[in-house]
């Protein structure tokens, strides 16, 4: 079936502009992530987001960075007044809790990413 | 909280030869680890993972990677490099049972050298 999409696929936009960035996951699966991968800093968790819960909001680096998920699917990361810094792959994943008896297992399937470039 | 160290962000090694990628966790609970693979312009894609059950697991594309308490690690090896398997590879772990954060180490380069 399909996976986890993410478009664009690029953005280039000039510093102080705002970005949606936006995520489809593998239908059916609950929880979804957002991460940042920067050149050598490996990949820094953003938000998460798991069925109706709060979101785990935990890894915004700043206000300026906000995310929603409209009807437990699709995904929009938000950067406002977007900085030099800013500029990163901000990568896509969505997984399926599940497992037997009290032991939840789960593995993430990752989207290809949008490159953010800020100018 | 947990955490993953991965020694050495670039490792190179010949056609044929054995591949070691390091990975180190610190955990406050009983872990679940990761390894996810990363081809160039595309997502991670995940090669194998531990979940408390056999210690030596196996994965796709000939790794395998063995879970040792006693040294808190999780290296990641494949017997024989080949040319496809130059990508970046990523530790990641997490805390078992409910939701628990993936935390990811910050990646090893393998370049595979004819």
């Known amino acids: 079936g399909a996976g986890v999409s993410q478009s664009p696929s690029n953005k280039v936009t000039e510093k102080g502009k705002d970005v949606e960035l936006r995520c489809d996951p593998i239908?059916?699966?609950?929880?979804l992530y957002w991460y940042r991968q920067s050149l050598g800093q490996g990949l820094e968790f953003l938000i998460y987001?798991?069925?109706?819960?709060?979101?785990?909001k935990s890894g915004l680096p700043s206000d300026r960075f906000s995310a929603e998920r409209t009807g437990g699917s699709v995904s929009t990361l938000t950067i406002q007044r977007t900085q030099q810094e800013d500029s990163a792959v901000y990568l896509c994943?969505?997984?399926?809790?599940?497992?037997?008896?009290?032991?939840?297992?789960?593995?993430?399937?990752f989207g290809p990413g949008t490159r953010l470039t800020v100018t | 909280a947990q955490s993953v160290t991965q020694l050495g962000s670039h490792v190179s090694v010949s056609e044929g030869a054995l591949v070691l990628l390091r990975c180190n966790y610190s955990?406050?609970?009983?872990?679940?680890l990761f390894w996810y693979v990363q081809y160039p312009n595309q997502g991670l894609q995940l090669l194998l993972k531990?979940?408390?059950?056999?210690?030596l697991v196996k994965g796709i594309n000939g790794f395998e990677a063995e879970f040792k308490k006693s040294e808190t690690s999780f290296h990641l090896t494949k017997p024989s490099a080949h040319m496809s398997d130059a990508a970046e590879y990523f530790c990641?772990?997490?805390?078992?049972?409910?939701?628990?954060?993936?935390?990811f180490g910050t990646g090893t380069k393998l370049q595979v050298i004819p």
């Open positions: 994943a969505s997984s399926l809790l599940g497992g037997s008896g009290h032991r939840l297992v789960y593995e993430q399937y």
């Open positions: 239908s059916g699966h609950t929880a």
């Open positions: 987001f798991q069925g109706n819960s709060a979101p785990d």
């Open positions: 955990s406050s609970v009983p872990p679940y």
């Open positions: 531990y979940t408390s059950a056999a210690t």
């Open positions: 990641a772990v997490s805390g078992s049972g409910g939701y628990q954060k993936v935390t």
